[in-house]
Structure formats: structure tokens, C-alpha cells
């Protein structure tokens, strides 16, 4: 046998959001986000029809839901509050969104799990998109004044908040492709949308520090490493375009206050430079994150431009270089991602040699299975012995950067419970818990058992 042991204090715990979990979407004065009103005026692009609305109940849920998670030894939890509900007006505060978020806290809390609060998880509140959401640079402010009411409201308690969890993923979903809403394709509305989510993050985090609350205050990221077919340059170049555009474009200016000369570069020869105002380097510059949060699932393979170029819809970042199908690749073929643990380590190596080997911890990490009721026994447990193999590769990927130096100080999965997942609603599983959707009870996995025995040891120990 051979053992894996992870630093003392290691936060083991899940990830979650509101949209995804709490449900209630419009009760007790919450307001609606886009996904309320796509869902309302296109329903039938949801999976099995199955929208915002209940999702997995957490929000009449939530106390048995910690104690779920203490019963599993969780010692953290990230999940993240709506702003449709905390600000439905975007200026008034809900005083139920208070209450309920006060208890879910302190509940956090009094388990002994600590709570790592996200603000925004793609829910962009209906009357700011109607203004055009990111792209209206009112909405910056509007974001800045809601994250400092949050930090008011509950930062005596939080110290770990995070500003956006995947902000490259509304731009590549809403701006680039038909999957979030508005559903835009147009890069150059994409760049800006981009731009203004990461001026956003950055005066939430001038915020929180104006205040002098005992925390701090970083970003989720889904790093996808871009591995080029060959070292020939043009595939080389390939991978490095798709990196800028994919990780560097958020990563370096949160983390060191500036965007990537290249990028610049490569924006202002396709006319893709968005709108910039005095004073924007400086706002970047000075509030760069305390840790960064990094979710990984899959790698990105690229090779050279070898196929004709897009679109009618003008440059897009696909013009600059073709997916490349990597023949040793495994796959999870119900997600249609590849399985590459050693992507996790490439990442730890990354943020130890490019950006200061500052504090950061896996955010999300998950695998995501459709009919999992095949894999239930006798007794109606998930035998999920597929999601156990998946998480104990990468932690042992994660385990060889910490031993090499890598400052990482937390482990989350994706997810705690079954959750709804955007226009996929349940049709891929991902929970250490069961959800019903008849009833919505929870169901303990067999990975859950496994989980807690790995929080116990603090870490592995598994057949060499």
C-alpha cells in the first residue's frame, strides 16, 4: 500500500452554486436571472423540460443538507449567493435573502465546515442583462455595489470569498456559442464582456479590502491546459493562442494585474480591443487576488489552422487553430470530455513558475454520468466505483506538486449532491449524494464512504 498524505489544515470539501441548487428561483422577493426568463420563453431547450425553479431544493433543504455534509466530514464548502435574490431591484436588499443566508452560514458554521462564498456563478440578474449585461459597463458598478453589500452583510463571518466562479464561461457560452443566454456570437462583443467581468472582479476585491475584513478574496478559474499535436512551431503557436484566449485572458490579470502583451497584440491586429477608460491599468494593477480558486476537468488539444475558416459570423477564436484528437486519450463519454489527470499537476506546475506559486486550491474537480441508476445495488446505493478511480488519480497528481513545492491548500469536488446544470438540468450526475427529483431525497453514494475514509486520513492510501 502506499500512502498520500496532504498538508496540515487541507481544506477536503464541495462545490456548489445558487442557481444551481437553492431552487425557489422567484420566492420571497427574488427577482429573476436569465436563466428564470429563458427558461419561462424557452423551456423545451432544457433537458427533459426541467428548469431553475426547484433544482435540488437547498433552499428549504439546506439544514439537512450540512449536516449531510458533516456526516461525509466535509471541512469546507463553496457555494454562492444569488444576486437576483440578495439585490432583486439591484439596490434594496431582501431581507429574507439576508435571513436565509445568515443561516446557512452560521449552520456552516456551527458544523465546523468552512465556507468559501462565490458572488456571481453565471446568473446574471434579467433587468441588468436588459441593460446588456456585461457588456453595459454600468453593470461593473452595479456588481461592485453588490459585492459590497455581501462583504457587509456577511463578511464578519466569511473569510474566503470569491468574486466569479468560470468567467470565461459566459463569454465562450452566451457570446460565442447558443448554449447560455443571450446567445451572441460576436467576438468582439465577447472580448468586452470579458474585459468588464475581470474590471468587475477587480473593484469587488478593491472593495473588500477598503473595508479591512480578517479574510481573503480570490477567483475560480477553469484552467484548461492547451497541449499542441507536436512541437512543430505552428502547432506550438496554435496552443499558445488558445491558452491567451482560454486561461491567460482572466488568469493574468487577476493574479498579476496585467493582461498578456500578446493578447493585446493579437486583439488589436483583429480589431478586437474593446473600450478602455484612464484609469482601468491601475484598478487592475492594484487589486490583484489573495488565492486563486482552479476548476479542471478536461484538457484542450490543438494543433495548426488546417480546415477553412469559420463563419459568417465573422473571426472567431476558432479561426486561429483546429481540436486535435490525441490517439491515447480516454474519455467520459457522457460528458464527451477527455480524462487527463495529469493536467492537474501541469496546472500546480504552471501557477508555481508563472504567477508567483501563489496560494490556490482545486475549486471544482468532477465527473459527470448519465443513468447512474445502473449502477445501484441492492441496497439503492450508486456504486460509483468510476467516480472514486477518477478523483484518486488526480489526487495523486495534486499530491506530487504540493511534495514538489506547489502552494495548493484545498481539494472540492464537483459536487456535493446532484445538481441542475444549466440547459443539461440532471442529465449528467455528479454528487456525492443521490438526488431524487420525485421527492429529492438524497441518496449517499458509494463515493461519498469513500470521500469521508480519504478526509480522515487526510489524504490516500491506495494499492502501489
Not at 136 to 151: G, S
Not at 233 to 246: G, M
Not at 365 to 372: D, F, K, R, S
Not at 428 to 448: A, M, P, Q
Request: aromatic share 14%.
Amino acid at each position: 500500500m502506499k500512502q498520500y498524505t496532504f498538508p496540515e489544515g487541507f481544506l477536503w470539501g464541495s462545490a456548489a452554486s445558487a442557481p444551481q441548487t437553492e431552487g425557489a428561483s422567484q420566492k420571497d422577493g427574488k427577482a429573476k436571472s436569465i436563466w428564470d426568463y429563458w427558461y419561462e420563453t424557452e423551456a423545451e431547450r432544457f433537458y427533459e423540460n426541467i428548469g431553475p425553479e426547484i433544482t435540488s431544493d437547498f433552499y428549504h433543504c439546506y439544514e439537512q443538507d450540512i449536516q449531510r455534509m458533516k456526516n461525509i466530514h466535509l471541512n469546507s464548502f463553496r457555494t454562492s449567493i444569488s444576486w437576483s435574490r440578495l439585490l432583486p431591484d439591484g439596490t434594496n436588499v431582501n431581507q429574507k435573502a439576508v435571513e436565509f443566508y445568515n443561516r446557512v452560514i452560521d449552520t456552516l458554521l456551527n458544523q465546523g465546515i468552512k465556507p468559501i462564498i462565490n458572488l456571481f456563478h453565471f446568473d446574471m440578474p434579467m433587468h441588468l442583462q436588459e441593460k446588456g449585461g456585461w457588456e453595459n459597463r454600468e453593470v461593473v458598478d452595479a456588481f461592485a455595489f453588490y459585492a459590497r453589500t455581501a462583504f457587509e452583510l456577511f463578511g464578519d463571518r466569511v473569510t474566503l470569498w470569491t468574486t466569479f466562479n468560470e468567467p470565461i464561461v459566459p463569454v465562450e457560452m452566451g457570446y460565442l456559442n447558443h448554449f447560455h443566454y443571450p446567445c451572441v456570437v460576436d467576438m468582439k462583443r465577447a472580448v468586452t464582456v470579458a474585459y468588464h467581468s475581470i474590471l468587475a472582479s477587480a473593484k469587488a476585491i478593491r472593495n473588500y479590502r477598503e473595508l479591512n475584513r480578517d479574510g481573503q478574496i480570490g477567483i475560480i478559474l477553469n484552467l484548461t491546459p492547451s497541449y499542441p499535436r507536436s512541437q512543430d512551431k505552428e502547432d506550438v503557436r496554435a496552443a499558445e493562442i488558445a491558452d491567451l484566449f482560454f486561461n491567460r485572458s482572466f488568469l493574468d490579470p487577476s493574479v498579476l494585474g496585467e493582461y498578456p502583451s500578446a493578447l493585446i497584440e493579437l486583439l488589436d491586429e483583429h480589431q478586437l480591443l474593446p473600450h478602455r477608460e484612464k484609469g482601468d491599468k491601475e484598478l487592475l494593477r492594484h487589486n490583484v487576488v489573495d488565492f486563486l480558486g482552479v476548476n479542471y476537468y478536461q484538457p484542450r488539444r490543438v494543433k495548426k489552422k488546417e480546415s477553412a475558416g469559420s463563419s459568417q459570423e465573422g473571426i472567431m477564436p476558432e479561426d486561429f487553430f483546429d481540436p486535435y484528437i490525441w490517439p491515447e486519450r480516454r474519455m467520459n463519454p457522457y460528458r464527451g470530455w477527455e480524462i487527463y489527470e495529469k493536467g492537474l499537476y501541469d496546472i500546480a506546475v504552471n501557477i508555481k513558475q508563472n504567477y508567483g506559486n501563489i496560494p490556490w486550491y482545486v475549486a471544482e474537480n468532477g465527473m459527470g454520468v448519465a443513468n447512474e441508476e445502473r449502477f445501484m445495488d441492492q441496497t439503492g446505493t450508486i456504486q460509483d466505483n468510476y467516480r472514486i478511480e477518477f478523483y484518486e488519480e488526480h489526487l495523486k497528481w495534486l499530491h506530487q506538486a504540493i511534495e514538489e513545492g506547489s502552494n495548493c491548500f484545498g481539494y472540492h469536488v464537483w459536487t456535493f449532491m446532484d445538481n441542475w446544470s444549466w440547459l443539461n438540468a440532471y442529465k449528467n450526475r455528479y454528487g456525492f449524494y443521490r438526488v431524487n427529483l420525485k421527492d429529492r431525497e438524497r441518496i449517499l453514494k458509494k463515493s461519498g464512504n469513500w470521500f469521508k475514509q480519504v478526509i480522515d486520513q487526510n489524504g490516500l492510501i491506495v494499492e502501489d
